[in-house]
T-cell receptor, first 110, second 114 residues
Framework: GQQLNQSPQSMFIQEGEDVSMNCTSS?????WLWYKQDPGEGPVLLIA?????ELTSNGRLTAQFGITRKDSFLNISASIPSDVGIYFC??????????FGQGTRLTINP | ETGVTQTPRHLVMGMTNKKSLKCEQH?????MYWYKQSAKKPLELMFV???????ENNSVPSRFSPECPNSSHLFLHLHTLQPEDSALYLC?????????????FGSGTRLTVV
């Protein structure tokens, strides 16, 4: 079946640093989504990508849909304490259900 | 209320108890999902309902019983659970097939089985 490999699994950074995480797959996806989950809450959609090569920003967050349609990355610039949480990528093909990555747990040292 | 609402937010139950988790969506979606999230594990899809019919059951033990009485409500009935069933249970909804904007999640029910 389709699988997403998300890396890194965890990150420990200093406040103010930039963050980069990515998702790769052997399968092609038509849609890439990035979610963030705060501790004790459900995942919330951050960015949605619909075209190969698309680069989309949401404040300090930037995500790109890979040209091959098999990967995506998420960057966070100038991290702040509220960026702490788990970041999930998700991919979708047509009307099929979403496939989620394993998540990247971000910890920020003040 | 807007979005996806899950109740209760926290639940502690004994192994012999019967309880139910409730999920309600106010987004006009017609597909609903139950996920289990254990500590330091990925999201595990449990059940999928589309147009009020169960379309997926991912080898979930029978002590978990879902119910979808209409497109806005989803329940997860629990009985004779085990301590390893302690987890965050997330409900999500979408348009059929995932929709253009993916899934909208609720805040989850933190379940502790004692």
């Amino acid at each position: 079946g389709q699988q997403l490999n998300q890396s890194p699994q965890s990150m420990f950074i200093q406040e103010g640093e930039d963050v980069s995480m990515n998702c790769t797959s052997s399968s092609i996806f038509n849609t890439w989504l990035w979610y963030k989950q705060d501790p004790g809450e459900g995942p919330v959609l951050l960015i949605a990508l619909y075209k190969a090569g698309e680069l989309t920003s949401n404040g300090r967050l930037t995500a790109q849909f890979g040209i091959t349609r098999k990967d995506s990355f998420l960057n966070i610039s100038a991290s702040i304490p509220s960026d702490v949480g788990i970041y999930f990528c998700a991919g979708q093909v047509g009307a099929q259900k979403l496939v989620f990555g394993q998540g990247t747990r971000l910890t920020i040292n003040p | 209320e807007t979005g996806v609402t899950q109740t209760p937010r926290h639940l502690v139950m004994g192994m012999t108890n019967k309880k139910s988790l409730k999920c309600e969506q106010h987004l006009g979606h017609n597909a609903m999902y139950w996920y289990k999230q254990s500590a330091k594990k990925p999201l595990e899809l449990m059940f999928v309902y589309s147009l009020e019919e169960r379309v997926e059951n991912n080898s979930v033990p029978s002590r978990f019983s879902p119910e979808c009485p209409n497109s806005s409500h989803l329940f997860l009935h629990l009985h004779t659970l085990q301590p390893e069933d302690s987890a965050l249970y997330l409900c999500a909804s979408s348009q059929t097939g995932g929709g253009y904007y993916g899934y909208t999640f609720g805040s989850g029910t933190r379940l502790t089985v004692v």
